[in-house]
C-alpha cells in the first residue's frame, strides 16, 4: 500500500510539473507589436537588411525609411550591405544574394525584413510593417559585450532561450559609422531633392561578417539556458575608424527567418533586453 501511495504521489508531482511546463509554452503572452510587456520575457527587434550602394539613386528612399522607422520604434536594427562600384562594396554578399533572389540580379535597391520578408515598396510609405514585426514579448533574448582596444576587438555574443528551439542559426556583423561620401539620389522629395548628396552619412555598413553570412548552428537552445560565442579578432583593414565600429547579432531558423536582433555599440556591456 505504501509504495503504491509513494508511486501515486511521485505521478501527481510529475504530472503538475509536466502540465506548468507546458502552460508556460501554451499560454505565451500577446507577441504582437502593440500588446504591453509581460514581466520576464525578452523585447523582440526587427532586423531590416538594406542592400544599397552610394551609386543607387534609388536607394536613399530605403535609407529615408530606416530613418523613419527607427524615429517610430526603438526596436529597429539595420545593416546597409553595399554592393557594386562602391567604396563599401561588401565582397562577400553573394550568400545573400543567392539567398533572397536565387532567380534574378541584385537590381538595387533592395531590402528585406528579418531576412526572408520583402518589404513592400515604397518602403517610406510601409514603415508599420517593419513595426509589426516587433514585439515586447519573445522568449528569445540577445546580449553582447565588447572591448575593442590597441586594434583588437573581443566580441561576446550571449542568447538566452525561454523555451527549447532547434535548428537554430547565428550570424554577427561588424558594421562601421559615420562613413562620409557622395550619395547619388534620384528622389526629388527627399534629400532636398540634390541629385548627388555630398558627404552623406553611411551609417551601419557591413565590413565583416564574424560568422558564416548565413548562420553557423547554435547548439545548446534549450528552455532556461544561455549559449555563448565569443569572438577574438584584429579590427579589419577595411575599418576606417576604429572609434565608429559596431555589431548585429541575429539568430535565425531552419527556414533563415531572423527570429531576434541586437545591435550594440563597440565597448558596451550590455544586459537582456528583459522585461522587468
Same mark, same amino acid.
Given at each position: 500500500?505504501?509504495? +503504491? @501511495?509513494?508511486?501515486?504521489?511521485?505521478?501527481?508531482?510529475?504530472?503538475?510539473?509536466?502540465?506548468?511546463?507546458?502552460? &508556460?509554452?501554451?499560454?505565451?503572452?500577446?507577441?504582437?507589436?502593440?500588446?504591453?510587456?509581460?514581466?520576464?520575457?525578452?523585447?523582440?527587434?526587427?532586423?531590416?537588411?538594406?542592400?544599397?550602394?552610394? +551609386?543607387?539613386?534609388?536607394?536613399?528612399r530605403?535609407?529615408? =525609411?530606416?530613418? %523613419?522607422?527607427?524615429? @517610430?520604434?526603438?526596436?529597429?536594427?539595420?545593416?546597409? &550591405?553595399?554592393?557594386?562600384?562602391?567604396?563599401?562594396?561588401? @565582397?562577400?554578399?553573394? !550568400?545573400?544574394?543567392?539567398?533572397?533572389? !536565387?532567380?534574378?540580379?541584385?537590381?538595387?535597391?533592395?531590402?528585406?525584413?528579418?531576412?526572408?520578408?520583402? +518589404?513592400?515598396? !515604397? %518602403?517610406?510609405?510601409?514603415?508599420?510593417?517593419? #513595426?509589426?514585426?516587433?514585439?515586447?514579448?519573445?522568449?528569445?533574448?540577445? =546580449?553582447?559585450?565588447?572591448?575593442?582596444?590597441?586594434?583588437?576587438?573581443?566580441?561576446?555574443?550571449?542568447?538566452?532561450?525561454?523555451?527549447?528551439?532547434?535548428?537554430?542559426?547565428?550570424?554577427?556583423?561588424?558594421?562601421?559609422?559615420?562613413?562620409?561620401?557622395?550619395?547619388?539620389?534620384?528622389?526629388? %522629395?527627399?534629400?532636398?531633392?540634390?541629385?548627388?548628396?555630398?558627404?552623406? %552619412?553611411?551609417n551601419?555598413v557591413?565590413?565583416?561578417?564574424?560568422?558564416? #553570412?548565413?548562420?553557423?548552428?547554435l547548439?545548446g537552445?534549450?528552455?532556461?539556458?544561455?549559449?555563448?560565442r565569443?569572438?577574438? &579578432? !584584429?579590427?579589419?583593414?577595411?575599418?576606417?575608424?576604429?572609434?565608429?565600429?559596431?555589431?548585429? @547579432?541575429?539568430?535565425?531558423?531552419?527556414?533563415?527567418? =531572423?527570429?531576434?536582433?541586437?545591435?550594440?555599440d563597440?565597448?558596451?556591456?550590455?544586459?537582456?533586453?528583459?522585461?522587468?
Amino acid at each position: 500500500m505504501r509504495l +503504491w @501511495a509513494s508511486s501515486l504521489f511521485l505521478t501527481t508531482i510529475l504530472l503538475m510539473v509536466s502540465c506548468q511546463e507546458t502552460e &508556460i509554452i501554451e499560454k505565451k503572452p500577446d507577441s504582437t507589436s502593440l500588446a504591453p510587456p509581460v514581466s520576464g520575457y525578452f523585447k523582440k527587434n526587427v532586423l531590416i537588411e538594406d542592400y544599397t550602394g552610394t +551609386w543607387c539613386g534609388n536607394c536613399t528612399r530605403v535609407a529615408w =525609411a530606416i530613418e %523613419e522607422t527607427k524615429e @517610430a520604434s526603438d526596436k529597429v536594427v539595420s545593416v546597409a &550591405i553595399h554592393n557594386g562600384n562602391d567604396p563599401y562594396h561588401f @565582397a562577400g554578399i553573394d !550568400p545573400l544574394k543567392n539567398l533572397i533572389l !536565387p532567380s534574378s540580379a541584385l537590381a538595387l535597391p533592395v531590402s528585406r525584413l528579418n531576412r526572408m520578408t520583402i +518589404w513592400s515598396f !515604397p %518602403e517610406t510609405s510601409n514603415i508599420q510593417q517593419a #513595426i509589426d514585426l516587433t514585439s515586447n514579448n519573445t522568449t528569445l533574448g540577445l =546580449a553582447m559585450s565588447s572591448t575593442v582596444a590597441d586594434g583588437q576587438i573581443d566580441l561576446e555574443v550571449r542568447a538566452r532561450f525561454l523555451e527549447d528551439y532547434s535548428n537554430l542559426k547565428l550570424v554577427v556583423y561588424l558594421l562601421e559609422d559615420h562613413l562620409l561620401y557622395n550619395q547619388r539620389n534620384y528622389i526629388t %522629395e527627399l534629400y532636398g531633392g540634390l541629385p548627388v548628396v555630398p558627404n552623406f %552619412e553611411h551609417n551601419h555598413v557591413l565590413r565583416a561578417s564574424l560568422t558564416n #553570412i548565413l548562420g553557423e548552428s547554435l547548439e545548446g537552445s534549450n528552455r532556461n539556458t544561455t549559449v555563448t560565442r565569443n569572438f577574438n &579578432i !584584429p579590427v579589419p583593414s577595411n575599418i576606417a575608424n576604429a572609434d565608429n565600429i559596431s555589431f548585429v @547579432a541575429f539568430v535565425t531558423d531552419i527556414n533563415n527567418n =531572423a527570429l531576434n536582433a541586437r545591435a550594440a555599440d563597440a565597448n558596451e556591456n550590455q544586459t537582456f533586453q528583459e522585461n522587468p
